[in-house]
Nanobody
Framework: VQLVESGGGLVETGGSLRLSCVAS????????MGWYRQTPGKQRKLVAK???????NYAESMKGRFTISGDVTKNTVHLQIDSLKPEDTAVYYC???????????????WGQGTRVTVSS
């Protein structure tokens, strides 16, 4: 299973970005997809996730400027980030809870990450 993120880059303070992630491979179904972010020397932190039925959850500190969307049944998730701040600078990782072929178990998969840099 591979998760490929796109949409990161350099943006000025106050700008917006839309990150996308597509999962592919030997997937029976995906139960949830989400986004985490990580800055140097710190742990990866949840931004938001979206469940198979479409419900969404956000980390408390991420409510307001971050919007997760997508269709888990189509292996796709997006993250819209508005009013970007320099402290949003991080590597953003896509993750998915996947039931793979010939398995009854759910596994966590991660993408390689896409870097977002916000200039002040």
């Amino acid at each position: 299973v591979q998760l490929v993120e796109s949409g990161g880059g350099l943006v000025e303070t106050g700008g917006s970005l839309r990150l996308s992630c597509v999962a592919s491979g030997k997937i029976t179904e995906i139960n949830a997809m989400g986004w985490y972010r990580q800055t140097p020397g710190k742990q990866r932190k949840l931004v938001a996730k979206i469940l198979r039925g479409g419900s969404t959850n956000y980390a408390e500190s991420m409510k307001g400027r971050f919007t997760i969307s997508g269709d888990v049944t189509k292996n796709t998730v997006h993250l819209q980030i508005d009013s970007l701040k320099p402290e949003d600078t991080a590597v953003y990782y896509c993750t998915a809870k996947v039931v793979v072929w010939h398995s009854d178990f759910e596994y966590d998969f991660w993408g390689q990450g896409t870097r977002v840099t916000v200039s002040s």
